[in-house]
């Protein structure tokens, strides 16, 4: 699969690139969202935890390829993008940008992520977290970021009827800054308060697999028989911290007993995401993952 064949699949499954991506910027919060076309859901109706009196709003701004990168998030979110009825597989991936934990890089590892996986039968929802090292931020990666990508776990749990969603198949799938967040929530889980007054944090923050692309690597990962399987996948010519941290997480995911899969490609860096640019074996990287889906018994059938 070439890089424009994956583009492609964008424009098909959620009308334009650039157009859906500004319709999710300015939706209204709202339930759901079918056949590609995203809309937003708060993590936490009343606001977060920790953002109390922080009411400035969220920063947009282009970059030179015309990417929406996202800072000042005080108020985390999901947006919601489904696959039509006769093609969903009843899997789901919290999709997890990057942006070195200073601002989220919405497209290329966010919004058009996610429509090729509702393209391909999987209900896929971005995650806007609050950024621990943006200028004068006080957010912390492992308490208010970790707590948003588990708050947005729960939220997917507790809708999961209403997404057609099977609750034994959620996963996370996370880049760069982002992918720390994947293996934090993948290492860190509970299994919620069941008294809790509010239903959602009843719900628990495990996802049952994991997909770490390019990830800052979390110093203490805590692996154990019960860690989610992990598909691993980078570049070989990225920093040595992640390329080759990469191939000895994969060790470690193996000694623990955990299933894991890596993926890492020659003469590639970091960033790439799901870019109309990409080309050579990279370019098919989503595909391995459905293929990864498949073989782990997460989904049944592949779609086209």
């Known amino acids: 699969m070439k890089g424009s064949e994956i583009r492609a699949s964008w424009v098909t499954g959620a009308s334009a690139g ?8 300015l939706a209204t919060p709202v339930a759901g969202a079918i056949a590609g076309q995203p809309q937003t859901m708060p993590l936490w109706p009343n606001g977060a935890p920790g953002s109390e009196g922080k009411l400035g709003a969220e920063s947009v ?10 800072s000042n998030v005080h108020a985390p979110s999901i947006s919601v993008i489904l696959p039509k009825p006769d093609k969903a597989t009843g899997a789901a991936v919290i999709v997890i940008p990057g942006g070195g934990h200073v601002e989220l890089w919405m497209d290329h590892e966010g919004y058009d992520v996610a429509a090729y996986l509702a393209d391909h039968g999987i209900a896929a929802f971005v995650l806007k977290y609050r950024l621990a090292r943006a200028p004068g931020s006080t957010y912390t990666v492992e308490g208010d970021s970790l707590a948003d990508i588990k708050r947005a776990i729960r939220l997917v749990h507790s809708q999961a009827l209403q997404w057609h969603v099977d609750s034994g198949r959620v996963g996370v799938m996370g880049f760069s800054a982002g992918g720390e967040l994947a293996a934090l929530a993948a290492t860190r ?11 959602v944090e009843r719900q628990s923050s495990r996802p049952n697999f994991q997909a770490l692309l390019y990830p800052a690597i979390p110093k203490e990962m805590r692996l154990s028989k019960q860690t989610p399987p992990a598909f ?12 080759q941290g990469l191939a000895s997480l994969y060790v470690e995911f193996r000694k623990a007993g955990v299933p894991a899969e890596l993926h890492l490609y020659d003469g590639v860096g970091h960033g790439f995401g799901l870019r109309s640019s990409n080309s050579g074996p990279v370019a098919a990287w989503p595909r391995r993952f459905l293929d990864w889906l498949q073989v782990r018994g997460i989904i049944s059938r592949m779609t086209d």
């Open 18 to 25: 650039i157009g859906a991506a500004l319709g999710l910027l």
């Open 61 to 70: 701004r282009l970059s030179a390829q015309g990417e929406h990168i996202v």
């Open 189 to 199: 889980y509970d299994e919620g308060v069941p008294d809790a007054a509010d239903p």
């Open 232 to 243: 691993l996948l980078g570049g070989a010519d990225d920093r040595p911290a992640i390329s």
